[in-house]
């Protein structure tokens, strides 16, 4: 099957920085997107960067201009450069792999464990 491993959280002042990574192993065949999406306690999981195939890249909102998505994908690993964090970035954050394992014909999602990512003011 498909496994995810995710590093790089921890505790942060405010205005620091911290990158996340994540890579993926398996039966894989074909990978449509990988990204990271975080939660805080009481709300739903959210997008928080996803970089597609042709390496098209969507951005929350909330973190433009202070993270950066990036694939390499010999590797398949992404990594998440988080700059400025702000105490409301504080989260577990999920790596995110949709890919197609070999012997399917679709695309099923795949998540990793979550990495705690702390901001303090």
């Known amino acids: 099957q498909v496994q995810l491993v995710e590093s790089g959280g921890g505790v942060v002042q405010a205005g620091g920085s911290l990158r996340l990574s994540c890579t993926a192993s398996?039966?894989?065949?074909?990978?449509?997107?990988m990204g990271w999406f975080r939660q805080t306690p009481g709300k739903q999981r959210e997008p928080v960067a996803i970089m597609k195939i042709g390496r098209d890249t969507n951005l929350a909102e909330s973190v433009k201009g202070r993270f950066t998505i990036s694939r390499d994908n010999a590797k398949n690993t992404v990594h998440l450069q988080m700059n400025s964090l702000k105490p409301e970035d504080t989260g577990v954050y999920y790596c995110n792999l949709e890919a197609m394992v070999y012997g399917d014909m679709w695309y099923d999602d795949y998540w990793g464990r979550g990495t705690q990512v702390t901001v303090s003011s």
């Open positions: 398996g039966s894989i065949s074909e990978i449509n997107a």
